[in-house]
């Protein structure tokens, strides 16, 4: 990723992360370092045949962590250091990679299409995609091979629709926030500092990686993101419950005030404003612990033909 944000004009910088620990949390970091150590290079990257760690990750002590970041509070005690962790103009790099197929004369990019139905193709292998191009009423349909299904909140409707119904995948969705902030408590704060997640009596609710401090290209603080479930409508198509969802409001302030104290204790309540936020899509509801990602490949014949990647 940083060879092409050198070789295309991506912006980037390259900060560290900590992820800091209380002593009742070590366990977690202590579990996330042993997982890089056993990380290795895929056979198709160009550092597959490097002695070079895939993912290089250092434990170090609570003092050592506010040796980095004195605003950390002093119950921290260790602290996972990534120091290849970095930021990157998420825009510039869809827009290189956008230029990439347009200037491909065995790609095509199309704008504003709807998949509205997928099905095994009974003709040969893989699958008959229909689509719907912008306003029309008339659509299009295509034979595909291979699927790729990155649809976003949409992409569990369309694997949906090719599973059986006792085989389909739940659907729970949150609103996550974040809050921008200006004030005491993140002098010279220069690396993203991520907080563990709980642990205890409160593992239950452990559904996401907790309100963590995000720095962007010009060096703005932002906490975030929180979860916060809500119960979208049968199907999920009701674009004015999304977009009421899409709203930032003070609503969540003094709670991510409090996560944020957990780590960085000197921050004011009164620095925090409400910036953007998102729906986080899950593939477990509340209480039903953590899951991150799911990859999975489903065929189109019983043969083995055709894939659908999601």
Not at 185 to 208: M, N, Q, R, T
Not at 243 to 264: F, I, N, T
Request: with cysteine; net charge negative.
């Amino acid at each position: 990723m940083y060879d092409r944000c050198r070789t295309h004009g991506i912006p980037y910088k390259k900060v560290g992360k900590l992820v800091v620990a209380r002593a009742e949390q070590e366990a977690y970091i202590y579990s996330l370092h042993a997982k890089a150590e056993k990380l290795s290079w895929s056979p198709l990257s160009q550092a597959f045949n490097f002695p070079t760690p895939t993912l290089h990750t250092t434990l170090i002590s609570g003092d050592e962590a506010r040796e980095v970041e004195p605003n950390l509070h002093q119950d921290i005690t260790a602290a996972l250091w990534s120091p290849e962790t970095g930021i990157i103009d998420s825009h510039a790099l869809m827009e290189s990679l956008e230029k990439d197929i347009a200037d491909n004369e065995n790609s095509e990019l199309v704008y504003s299409t709807k998949v509205v139905r997928i099905d095994r193709n009974t003709d040969g292998p893989g699958w008959v995609v229909q689509l719907v191009t912008g306003g029309s009423n008339e659509g299009d349909a295509l034979v595909a091979r291979t699927v790729i299904n990155c649809a976003g909140l949409a992409a569990p409707l369309i694997l949906n629709a090719i599973l059986p119904e006792e085989q389909r995948l739940p659907m729970f969705f949150a609103r996550g926030s974040y809050a921008s902030y200006r004030g005491p408590g993140v002098e010279h704060v220069s690396h993203l500092i991520y907080p563990c997640p709980a642990v205890g009596k409160d593992s239950h609710a452990f559904h996401s990686l907790g309100t963590h401090l995000t720095l962007d290209l010009q060096g703005k603080i932002r906490f975030g993101p929180d979860l916060d479930w809500i119960d979208p409508p049968e199907g999920s198509e009701d674009a004015d419950f999304w977009q009421k969802h899409l709203v930032p409001d003070d609503s969540r302030l003094a709670l991510m005030h409090d996560a944020v104290r957990e780590y960085l204790p000197n921050i004011s309540a009164q620095g925090l404003q409400p910036d953007y936020c998102g729906v986080r899509p899950k593939l477990v509801g509340p209480g039903g612990g953590f899951q991150d990602f799911v990859f999975r490949q489903d065929k189109a014949s019983g043969h083995g033909e055709g894939e659908m990647i999601s």
